[in-house]
């Protein structure tokens, strides 16, 4: 940044000190101009004569200044919070009351934005000068803006999605039919045999109840045939596997357990030989026909984001296909380190072709509220701790105003402050005006008020 401000500086340097072929009409100012020698890097460096610079030995480059034109330090303003009529804005007061004209409660003032707009520096230029300097102007104007945010995530799996296959007895691990994580488990699939001897009781009373239901029909064996019935379905067992120990009359040692649900294996944690306790997870699932695309937003634009906005979804493991997801999840906190928002639109992915670590570009379109004045991105010129343009005031005197910006749009910028409707900004050549202000310290210093970087 510095090497950049020392090459403006030697740019306007040789600009303004060029101009020494002055025509008889410029005479009568020459008496009113002042010289000096100065370094185009050192500018802190000021001879009355020429020679080299004693810091870095380059040619002193000669400055000349109109003492017309006041280039002191303005005096640092204390910021002050003051009220105002709400209906005749004009009227202030540094004390809280009611408005002398109406009688209405006046309205505090934020002390920042009263600020904006005041003159910290001027600059007027010689006619010599005006001939090689070509600025150009904008009028503040208002707009309607639209900003497209630009993120950038991944997918991610679906907590939502997140299942496990639990025991629901105790029992040993005899045999697993899932070989390893990653394979796909389906509803009904036989995963594994347990052997329980719990299990095994309650379907040998099972079968008992049931013969004896058979045989005299009595509404008791009824009700046991049916609460047994009902207990088995709650291990697990299948109404298949039931009718088939009846038929059988016996209960194998090793009984085979069905999967309840889908998915793709997480974590395999049954194997042959370990007893599970009830509850404990045969086997954790994902379920992909649902994914999350986590996506970050700078914190600049995070006031922007809503939940609903649509996003659309571009995946570079899936060229010249776009998808749509709405944000459904805004996280509340702002990453310390990256300075961005995290947050999340569901996708369904029923076709499988969306995978967890996938990159994903993201673009979200929002349309700004209400038309605020605007100016050119190309007519500030930001300090980082303070938004300057600069304005013509008549001939061939400029001067620089601070402003409060606020959103910025396809090269536009709000003025939050600081500007009126129909205000002429330089756009071209400001900072040629700024690196003379700068030469002649003709900018004020401030530390109070802090850049909006927006």
């Given amino acids: 940044m510095k090497i950049i401000l020392n090459a403006i500086l030697f740019t306007t340097l040789l600009f303004f000190s060029s101009c020494t072929g002055e025509s008889s009409k410029d005479k009568a100012e020459v008496s009113k101009v002042k010289s000096y020698y100065t ?150 699939q036989l995963i594994l045999e347990l052997y329980s001897p719990k299990l095994i009781t309650g379907g040998e009373e099972y079968i008992l109840a049931k013969k004896s239901y058979q045989q005299n029909g009595s509404p008791e064996y009824r009700d046991l045939v049916r609460e047994s019935e009902e207990k088995l379905k709650l291990w697990g067992i299948k109404k298949f ?51 999350w695309v986590e996506l970050d937003v700078y914190e600049s634009d995070s006031a922007l984001v809503n939940v609903g906005q649509e996003v659309s979804l571009k995946f570079q493991a899936l060229p010249g296909k776009e998808l749509k997801g709405q944000i459904d999840f805004i996280d509340p ?18 076709e499988g072709f969306l995978k967890p670590g996938m990159v994903a570009d993201g673009s979200l379109k929002i349309e700004l509220e209400g038309e605020p004045l605007v100016i050119p991105r190309t007519a500030i010129i930001d300090t980082g701790k303070r938004k300057v343009i600069w304005t013509k005031t008549g001939g061939a005197a400029y001067q620089a105003k601070e402003i409060l910006t606020g959103f910025e749009s396809e090269g536009f910028v709000e003025v939050v402050a600081g500007l009126m409707e129909g205000e002429e900004v330089v756009i071209e050549g400001n900072f040629l005006l700024d690196a003379q202000a700068q030469l002649f310290g003709g900018y004020e210093k401030s530390n109070t008020m802090s850049g909006h970087n927006h």
């Avoid at 004693?54 to 910021?79: A, G, R, Y």
């Avoid at 069905?258 to 954790?284: H, L, M, W």
């Avoid at 906190?333 to 029923?350: F, G, M, Q, W």
């Fill in 39 to 188: 370094c185009s890097m050192h500018p802190q460096i000021k001879e009355d004569k020429p020679g080299k610079c004693p810091i870095c030995h380059m040619n002193l480059t000669k400055v000349e200044v109109d003492e017309n034109v006041d280039h002191s330090n303005h005096q640092q303003e204390e910021l002050k919070v003051t009220w105002k009529c709400e209906n005749f804005p004009d009227v202030t007061s540094e004390v809280e009351g009611v408005c002398p004209i109406d009688g209405t409660p006046m309205l505090k003032v934020d002390p920042y934005k009263a600020k904006a707009g005041k003159v910290i520096a001027k600059v007027k230029l010689r006619k010599a000068q005006l001939a090689h300097f070509k600025p150009d102007f904008f009028p503040v104007s208002k707009m309607k803006m639209n900003k497209t945010i630009s993120l950038l995530g991944n997918v991610i799996q679906s907590e939502e999605r997140e299942s496990n296959i639990p025991a629901r007895i105790d029992g040993r691990v005899e045999k697993v039919f899932i070989k390893s994580t990653g394979e796909m488990i389906r509803t009904d």
């Fill in 241 to 291: 596997q039931m009718d088939n120990w009846y038929k059988a009359g016996k209960i194998p040692r090793s009984i085979k357990i069905y999967s309840p649900t889908s998915g793709i294996v997480r974590k395999r944690n049954a194997v042959s030989g370990k007893y599970f306790k009830e509850g404990q997870s045969f086997f954790d699932l994902a379920d992909l026909s649902d994914v």
């Fill in 333 to 350: 906190v702002i990453d310390t380190k990256s300075r961005t928002l995290k947050v999340r639109a569901t996708i369904p992915n029923t």
